[in-house]
């Protein structure tokens, strides 16, 4: 595909997985991707360099892939998560599901900015909660240290 063919998609298409990471994931194995997505970003008592929220719920829409070896979101076409699932962070997120149709990831932002605190949830609500849950749950108990 063309640049200017991927950059024209790219403009109609805000909610899609990236061209690039689309074909990024599949070369690691792609097990699972979700578009078109609504997620709500949840901020509980969140501190860091320049900001200081007691409370803030948002909405945006994006996409969700899992691969092999990460999981990777986007709200628009900006990178909200990249989680290797080999790495110990990824065993400092809480995953859940909610009614079969939320994928709830809760988290303390300190785990991946030193400088920040409070606690952060990204909740992806489609109809394929439940089966990317347990991809993530197979995949994360997988790469426990042991």
């Known amino acids: 595909m063309s640049t200017f063919k991927q950059k024209l998609t790219g403009l109609l298409r805000p909610f899609d997985l990236p061209v690039k990471t689309r074909t990024f994931m599949e070369n690691e194995g792609l097990l699972f991707a979700a578009e078109k997505v609504r997620i709500t970003v949840v901020y509980h008592r969140l501190r860091s360099k320049g900001r200081n929220i007691?409370?803030?719920?948002?909405t945006v829409w994006g996409s969700l892939a899992i691969s092999n070896k990460r999981l990777v979101g986007y709200a628009f076409k900006k990178?909200?998560?990249?989680?290797?699932?080999?790495?110990?962070k990824a065993h400092s997120v809480n995953?859940?599901?909610v009614n079969g149709k939320v994928l709830v990831m809760a988290f303390d932002p300190a785990v991946f900015n030193p400088?920040?605190?409070?606690?952060?949830?990204f909740r992806y609500h489609f109809d394929g909660a439940l089966e990317a849950y347990g991809i993530i749950r197979d995949l994360i108990h997988r790469d426990?240290?042991?």
């Open 54 to 58: 007691r409370y803030k719920r948002e």
């Open 79 to 88: 990178r909200i998560i990249h989680l290797p699932f080999d790495q110990e």
């Open 95 to 97: 995953f859940s599901c």
């Open 115 to 121: 400088e920040s605190s409070g606690s952060m949830e």
């Open 144 to 146: 426990a240290p042991r």
